[in-house]
């Protein structure tokens, strides 16, 4: 059984930063894609970030430049650095991990709100 804990939301004003975090547990996760996604109210759930184990990323269209995703293999723990917040960040982000994304492996969500 795979299991996932986020941590690093919050309330930023525009133009600042947050980290998130996702460690992962579970048999085989050091193997498979982590990756972030986010929903916002009224909004389908879109992919954020996506990172292989060999560091392979892949970025949603609006947050290419200013997010940047990295991963821990020795941890099993994943990290979605976001710089330069803006409104439209405002979302809950999950955390998923699987062969293929998105997978049925999800976090419990942490909200972070952009927000003057």
């Known amino acids: 059984q795979v299991q996932l804990v986020e941590s690093g939301g919050g309330l930023v004003q525009p133009g600042g930063s947050l980290r998130l975090s996702c460690a992962a547990s579970?048999?085989?996760?050091?193997?498979?894609?982590m990756g972030w996604y986010r929903q916002a109210p009224g909004k389908q759930r879109e992919l954020v970030a996506a990172?292989?184990?060999?560091?392979?990323?892949d970025y949603g269209d609006s947050v290419k430049g200013r997010f940047t995703i990295s991963r821990d293999n020795a941890k099993n723990t994943v990290y979605l650095q976001m710089n330069n917040l803006k409104p439209e960040d405002t979302a809950v982000y999950y955390c998923?991990?699987?062969?293929?994304?998105?997978?049925?492996?999800w976090g419990q969500g942490t909200q972070v709100t952009v927000s003057s």
């Open positions: 998923n991990v699987g062969a293929v994304l998105p997978s049925g492996y």
């Open positions: 579970g048999s085989f996760v050091g193997f498979y894609r």
């Open positions: 990172i292989s184990r060999g560091g392979t990323t």
